[in-house]
């Protein structure tokens, strides 16, 4: 049986993003994002920056606007080579606070539309959104994934030893759905309750 917390089913976007307020929605995300030339995504680890981040890209994809996707962590901290700044090209760039200072000025200065997420504000920059942890977000996504989720105390533990951090969160659920498989627990079984 394939384990629904394989990264293959939650990482780079592939579940939707979840708004923790039903005042919020994407579509008053993205026109707030259109008044912006330069606009940040802020928040901590594992609280879906990216998933938003590549939730916004896509739309722009779909309207028919030009984009340019970079990502950016510990391994990979340098502008490619081919990057080149064109007025009709809005920049999405995931990990900016990654990129030297010089490249983090040039993109601000030089791209026409650049949105970017980082887990520390940039002083200069507006916020377009704020990421937070939410355990009721965190509960969501878990009933979205498997049709009867572990109990609400168990998905508490295992998103407070994460700190909030979903990412983490869903590598432990792996082991969790995979060790209930081969000793055939429960925790997973259709007679657990739902949230």
């Not at 890209?57 to 990979?76: I, P, T, W």
Request: hydrophobic residues 40%; contains cysteine.
């Amino acid at each position: 049986m394939v384990n629904p917390f394989s990264t293959k089913f939650w990482a780079d976007g592939a579940i939707p993003f979840q708004f923790a307020q039903p005042s919020e929605s994407m579509e008053v995300l993205l026109e707030r994002a259109r008044r912006y030339s330069l606009c940040q995504i802020i928040g901590p680890h594992g609280t879906g920056k990216t998933t938003l981040l590549l939730a916004i890209c896509r739309r722009y994809e779909a309207s028919g606007e030009k984009v340019r996707h970079l990502f950016f962590n510990d391994q990979q901290q340098r502008l490619p080579d081919d990057v080149v700044l064109r007025k009709d090209l809005t920049f999405f760039v995931d990990g900016f606070e990654q990129l030297p200072t010089l490249s983090q000025l040039w993109l601000c200065l030089g791209a026409t539309r650049l949105i970017v997420t980082t887990h520390h504000p940039l002083w200069f920059v507006p916020i377009l959104y704020r990421t937070q942890p939410q355990f009721s977000v965190f509960v969501q996504i878990v009933g979205q994934m498997v049709p009867n989720p572990p109990e609400e105390s168990v998905l508490r533990a295992v998103y407070d030893r994460a700190g909030g951090n979903v990412r983490t969160a869903f590598f432990e659920l792996y082991d969790i759905y995979a060790e209930s498989n081969v000793d055939n627990s429960d925790i997973f079984s259709p007679s657990s309750p739902q949230h």
